[in-house]
């Protein structure tokens, strides 16, 4: 028997051990994400930059309304 973190055998889903701090679920979410973003990348690339320039647009904002007011200026 071995110590190794996975088990390569046929019809055996990845287990991980206790202590790697992931779960079934998420490893499959995550593959299929990747998945789904390689197969839709311009998308994936235009919502990204959309939310990029939301972000920057948020944040100039939040800087322009919270710009401290100098006396005499």
Same mark, same amino acid.
């Given at each position: 028997m071995s110590d190794g973190p996975l088990t390569n055998s046929p019809g !055996?889903?990845?287990?991980?051990q206790p202590g790697d701090g992931r779960t079934a679920e998420?490893?499959?979410f995550v593959? &299929? !994400?990747?998945?789904n973003m390689v197969r839709k990348g311009r998308q994936s690339l235009f919502h990204f930059?959309?939310?990029? &320039?939301g972000l920057m647009g948020f944040l100039?904002?939040?800087?322009?309304?919270?710009r401290p007011q100098l006396p005499g200026g």
């Open positions: !055996a889903e990845a287990v991980p998420q490893t499959s593959k &299929l !994400a990747m998945r930059g959309l939310t990029a &320039l100039v904002l939040i800087a322009w309304l919270g």
